[in-house]
Structure formats: C-alpha cells, structure tokens
C-alpha cells in the first residue's frame, strides 16, 4: 500500500504566511517563516509510517524550495525511498488536483504500473475539496485529514 500525504493543511500548518493572494504567499515564503511551521496531529501518523518503513509519498503544491526539503527532514516527514511530488516552479498554474493527478499519473507510468493497480494500491491525505474530488474520480481513495486533525485537538485540549 502507498500512502501520500500532501503537506500545507493535512500534516503541516503553514496558516501563518497564507495572506490573501498568491503574492501574499510568495512575499511570506521565507527560510524563517517556513521553520516556523506547525505540525498538524496527522503528522504523528505520517512519522510513524515512515519510521516502520511503509511506502510514503509527499504530494504538494508546494514549489519546494531548500527550506522545504530541510523543515520536512528536520521534523522526521521526509519520506524514505517514496517521492516529493511537487510544482517545478511558479509559471506551473494548474488547479491544485489537476496538478496533482497528472504528477501521480506521471510517476505510476515512470514505473511500469497502470493507473488502475496504482490507484488500487494508493491512499492519499488531502485537505483540499479539489484535490479529494480529482482523485477519487480518477479511482484514488482520498481520505480527508481535517476532521481527524480537528479531532485530535479537542482531544488533547
């Protein structure tokens, strides 16, 4: 089984350098601001599935850049083996589950795989509506990490 998880919302609170539009997010998209992310509880899962060895991937929209890669490894996300599925850079403008399928689509040929087993053998965590209803139209089971997120915090509160 693959498990994929996208970061911004699902395992990674980055809440505090969204403003309210793309340039916003760019202007606040430093080396400080992004060691200061957040761990969302769902991150504890995604740990743990990497520590036991399981097959992990990262799916983003993210345009990952050196401080990315570093926040994901200093805090134990970075997977071993499996794929950072991520925008190559700015000028990739595709709705966040167009992107994202099209990536996963990518990679399931890169590796000999048809759709249909790759998507029977996938799960993916994504807090984006876009993104859940793409892929699970194209045959992924999409599980939708904010309630359990949101769940856990009351939990612990």
């Known amino acids: ?21 793309l340039d ?11 060691m200061r992310d957040g761990l ?12 036991d060895g399981l097959d992990v991937w990262v799916c983003t929209s993210r345009v990952m850049g050196k401080a990315d890669f570093a926040f994901l490894r ?5 997977p071993n083996g499996g794929p ?16 994202k ?7 399931a040929a890169s590796m000999g795989v048809n759709w249909a087993q790759f998507a029977h053998d996938s799960i993916m965590f994504d807090d ?17 990490p904010v309630q359990f997120n949101s769940y856990i915090v009351r939990k612990t509160a």
């Open 84 to 99: 950072v599925i991520h925008r190559l850079g700015e000028a990739d403008n595709r709705g966040c589950g167009e992107m």
């Open 40 to 51: 969302l509880p769902l991150a504890a899962k995604m740990q743990s599935a990497i520590h």
């Open 24 to 34: 916003d997010w760019r202007r606040m998209n430093t080396i400080g601001n992004i």
């Open 1 to 21: 089984m693959r498990f994929i998880f996208d970061l911004d919302g699902t395992v990674i609170d980055s809440t505090h350098r969204q403003g309210a539009t």
């Open 74 to 78: 200093l805090q134990g996300l970075l």
């Open 101 to 107: 399928l099209a990536k996963l689509r990518g990679h």
């Open 128 to 144: 984006s509506p876009d993104v859940q209803a793409t892929l699970r139209g194209a045959g992924i089971r999409v599980i939708d």
